[in-house]
C-alpha cells in the first residue's frame, strides 16, 4: 500500500514532512474557489485557517480547477519543496497514503514518476495489524477492516492502472534482488547509478517509523511470509483477502 512518487525535472514535491501531497490535497478545495489566492494563501499546516470557503471537497474539487490555478500551485508547491532542498536533483515523497492522490499527482505533475510499491498482502496487513501507527488510522486495529481497506485500495489501484498504468515494485524483489531492483528504479527516474543507496543503514537522521529498528540493519527476507506463523489468528483478515 505503499505508494512513492518521484519527480522528473525540474519538478517534485514531498519530503515524508506535514507539508506533503496529502496535505495538498486537504487544502486544495478553497485554492480552487478562490479565483486570486495562490498556495502562499494557505499554510501547509493542516491547521491553517482557511480564507475562501470549499465550494466541494476533494476529489470532487478538481473539476473545479483552472489550468490557471493547477499552473500556479504545482509551481508554489515545487518551489517550497526546492526551498528545503536547493541542490537536490529529485524529491521523493514515500507518504502509504498517496495511492489516493495519484489522479492529483497526475495533475499537477504530468512529468513525476509514480511508483507503485506492493507486498504480500497478508505480510502487509499484518504488520500493520501489529504496530501502532497513530491515532489517526483507525482501521489497522480491527482485522476485519483492514481486509475491507485493502479490497478498496486495489479497487482504486485498478482505476488509476486503466487510466495509465502504475510502474509496480515488489518488496520481495527488493530485499531478495537488491541490487537489480534499485538499478531499475534508479534508471526508471533518469539518475546515474550510485551504490551508496546501500548505505542508508549508516545514515545518521532520525527515523520514527514503526521500521526505525530495521532501518539500521541491512536488508534480509526474514519479513517475507512471517504472517503465515499466525495463519490461524488472522482468519478475519485472510477470508476477505480471497
Known amino acids: 500500500m505503499l505508494f512513492r512518487s518521484i519527480a522528473a525535472p525540474p519538478h517534485g514535491y514531498g519530503l515524508g514532512e506535514p507539508q506533503d501531497l496529502y496535505v495538498l490535497a486537504r487544502r486544495l478545495p478553497a485554492m480552487a474557489s478562490s479565483a486570486s489566492a495562490g498556495w502562499g494563501s494557505y499554510s501547509m499546516s493542516s491547521d491553517a485557517p482557511v480564507a475562501a470557503p470549499a465550494t466541494s471537497e476533494y476529489p470532487d474539487c478538481m473539476r473545479d480547477l483552472s489550468a490557471d490555478v493547477v499552473a500556479r500551485v504545482s509551481a508554489e508547491f515545487v518551489a517550497l519543496r526546492q526551498r528545503v532542498a536547493p541542490r537536490a536533483r529529485r524529491v521523493a515523497d514515500k507518504s502509504q497514503m498517496h495511492w489516493q492522490l495519484v489522479g492529483l499527482a497526475r495533475a499537477l505533475f504530468p512529468r513525476a514518476g509514480l511508483l507503485h510499491v506492493t507486498r504480500d498482502p497478508t505480510d502487509l496487513l499484518f504488520s500493520l495489524w501489529s504496530n501502532h501507527v497513530g491515532t489517526e488510522h483507525a482501521y489497522p486495529s480491527d ?28 518488496y520481495e524483489d527488493v530485499v531478495g534482488a537488491p541490487e ?52 490461524e489468528f488472522l482468519k478475519p483478515l485472510t477470508d476477505l483477502l480471497k
Open 143 to 170: 482485522l476485519a477492516a483492514l481486509g475491507v481497506y485493502w479490497r478498496e485500495y486495489q479497487r482504486l489501484i485498478a482505476h488509476w492502472n486503466t487510466l495509465a498504468p502504475l510502474a509496480e515494485v515488489k
Open 180 to 231: 537489480a531492483t534499485a538499478k531499475s528504479v534508479i534508471a526508471s527516474v533518469g539518475l546515474p547509478w550510485d551504490a551508496n543507496v546501500f548505505k542508508f543503514n549508516d545514515m545518521g537522521r532520525l527515523v520514527s517509523t514503526p521500521s526505525r529498528g530495521r532501518f539500521r540493519q541491512p536488508l534480509d527476507t526474514a519479513s517475507i511470509g512471517r504472517s503465515k506463523n499466525y495463519a
